[in-house]
C-alpha cells in the first residue's frame, strides 16, 4: 500500500487525525498505542428499521467462547434443521445480513449469525480478527453443523481462517472481504493521517503480544488450504477494501466463482437483489 497521505483521511473525524499527529509529534510510541486502540475498538452503530423483524423474531441466546474467554450472543432464525452460518464484518452485528437470511428461510433454512466480541449485544470494548474465528468454531459446537456459510469484510477473512482451523461447510460465500492483514494496516493507519512507521510498530506490537505473525491471518493464506467450493464477491467502488483484493484472493482459492458489482460499495452490496440471487444459486443450485 502506499506511503503517502491519502484524500481518505477526510472520512475520519478531525479530532482524530489531529491527536494522532500531535502525538507523533511527541512520540512515534505515543502515535502507535493510539492507532492500535484505535484499531481494535469497533464502533456500535444503531440498529436500522430493516433489521428490527429478525433482532425481534430470532431466538438470542448468550454463549462463552473459552479459548478467549468471552461471552458473545447468537441469534437463531428459523425453525430448520438446515443451518446456514451468517458472520458480520468490523462495526456490523449479527442482524446485519438480515436480507440474505430472510432469502434463506424462504428456501427453508435457518440462520444462526452472532454478535462478535465487542460488537452489538456482546460484551467488551475492544477485538480483533482471532477473537471472531474462535466465536466462529464455537458456535459451530454449540450450534452446528452448517451446511453454508456466508460472512461480509472481517467475517469473510474470519470464515476461510475458521475453515482453515476445521470449521465444516459445503461452501462458502465472502462479500467485500479483506485480503491480507498487512495491508488493512497499512491502510487504516494512512486513513487516520499517520505515517507507515507507526504501522510497522504497530505490526510488531501485535505480533509480540499475540506471538503470530499478522499476515498469517490474510485471506489468501487461509485459501490455500480451503478447497470447498467459494464464491468471491466485491464491488468495484469499494472505498473500504479495494476491489484488487478480491481478484489477488481468488487466485490462491482451488474451487472459485467471482462476482464483481458496481456501484454498490461495501455494505450497500448486502441488500443488493442481484448479488443475493446469486449467493442464492451458488449455494443451493450449482452443484
Known amino acids: 500500500m502506499p506511503n503517502k497521505k ?31 486502540k484505535l484499531f481494535i475498538t469497533p464502533i456500535k452503530h444503531k440498529i436500522p428499521k430493516r433489521e428490527f423483524q429478525m433482532e425481534a423474531t430470532s431466538q438470542q441466546t448468550k454463549l462463552f467462547v473459552p479459548s478467549i474467554n468471552k ?13 446456514i452460518l451468517l458472520v458480520h464484518g468490523w462495526s456490523g452485528r449479527g442482524t446485519q445480513l438480515v436480507k440474505i437470511a430472510d432469502a434463506f428461510i424462504e428456501k ?31 458456535v459451530e ?6 451446511e453454508y456459510a456466508v460472512g461480509h469484510s472481517l467475517g469473510g477473512m ?32 494512512e486513513k487516520i493521517g499517520l505515517p507507515n512507521d507507526v504501522a510497522v510498530l504497530m505490526k510488531n506490537n501485535f505480533e509480540k503480544k499475540y506471538h503470530f505473525e499478522m499476515e498469517s491471518f490474510s485471506a489468501y493464506v487461509a485459501a490455500k488450504e480451503v478447497k470447498i467450493p467459494v464464491l468471491v464477491i466485491h464491488d468495484s467502488d469499494d472505498k473500504d477494501i479495494p476491489v484488487s483484493e478480491a481478484y489477488h484472493l481468488a487466485e490462491h482459492l482451488t474451487d472459485k466463482e467471482i462476482l464483481i458489482t458496481n456501484t454498490l460499495g461495501h455494505r450497500k452490496i448486502l441488500g443488493d437483489s442481484k448479488v443475493i440471487h446469486k449467493i442464492v444459486e451458488f449455494l443451493l443450485i450449482k452443484k
Open 158 to 189: 474470519s470464515i476461510l481462517n475458521a475453515i482453515k482451523k476445521g470449521l465444516h461447510v459445503k461452501k462458502a460465500v465472502v462479500i467485500g472481504s479483506g485480503n491480507s492483514v498487512i495491508n488493512i494496516v497499512n491502510t487504516f493507519i
Open 108 to 138: 427453508e433454512y435457518s440462520i444462526i449469525s452472532f454478535d462478535a466480541p465487542a460488537h452489538g449485544k456482546s460484551g467488551t470494548k475492544t477485538t480483533l480478527m482471532l477473537e471472531f474465528i474462535e466465536s466462529i468454531l464455537e
Open 6 to 36: 491519502s484524500s481518505n483521511t477526510n472520512q475520519v473525524p478531525k479530532i482524530i487525525v489531529l491527536i494522532g499527529r500531535f502525538l507523533y509529534r511527541i512520540s512515534p510510541i505515543l502515535a502507535e498505542k493510539f492507532a492500535r
Open 71 to 83: 461471552e458473545i450472543v447468537v441469534y437463531a432464525y428459523g425453525n430448520s434443521s438446515k443451518k
Open 141 to 146: 459446537k454449540a450450534y452446528g453443523p452448517f
